[in-house]
């Protein structure tokens, strides 16, 4: 992966560093259900997070492709890659990256995965146009691994290789194992518990 000029700049440091700031304080502020009611845990605050009140706003999505591309920049060098993701939580995400990719100058081919192959027409487990580059993984929360467990097996049955996967919340906190590996790929993610007012 090549960066330009514009992709450069939108990456950074002031900008993605307010954009951290800002995403941190929507989704705690309107991404995260809080209950005092809990049956599980009676006395504890019972919370869960629900991103999708961010993903359909383009602000969200735009603040959160600016933080994918630093990690990118970051982690990946110059690897060329893809992204897909299991429906359905990835699919605003899916949607909305390679418009904001053509934004600042750039290619980027999604597509999406099933949870279960279709019965009918196709038979597929993808939906979209695979090309040859490796994939990187996305999805909005990181809790078992067995979704990208699933993923992974997958994208192995069709002859594509992972390369790593992209999470906006990490549900760990900060001072936990940070390996966070799964199927041999490296998680990376935006934030982890200890970001958010859940204790």
């Known amino acids: 992966m090549k960066f330009n000029r514009r992709m450069s700049d939108f990456v950074g440091y002031k900008k993605c560093m307010s954009s951290r700031r800002w995403l941190r304080d929507m989704i705690n502020d309107v991404c995260i259900a809080r209950s005092a009611y809990n049956d599980f845990m009676p006395g504890k605050l019972f919370w869960q997070f629900y991103l999708k009140r961010g993903f359909f706003n383009p602000y969200f999505t735009r603040e959160v492709f600016r933080l994918f591309l630093r990690e990118m920049f970051d982690k990946v060098k ?116 200890s970001d958010f007012d859940i204790r």
């Open 78 to 193: 110059d690897a060329d890659f893809q992204i897909a993701g299991l429906e359905e939580s990835s699919i605003p995400l899916l949607a909305s990256f390679p418009v904001h990719a053509k934004d600042v100058g750039f290619k980027l081919n999604a597509f999406s995965i099933r949870k279960e192959r279709k019965t009918y027409g196709l038979l597929n487990w993808l939906e979209g146009i695979p090309n040859d580059l490796s994939v990187v993984l996305i999805d909005d929360v990181y809790s078992s691994g067995l979704s990208t467990q699933k993923a992974c097996d997958i994208l192995e049955l069709h002859n594509l290789k992972p390369l790593n996967e992209f999470v906006v919340v990490a549900k760990k906190y900060s001072n936990n194992d940070d390996s966070l590996l799964s199927s041999g790929i490296k998680i990376l993610y935006l934030f982890d518990l």
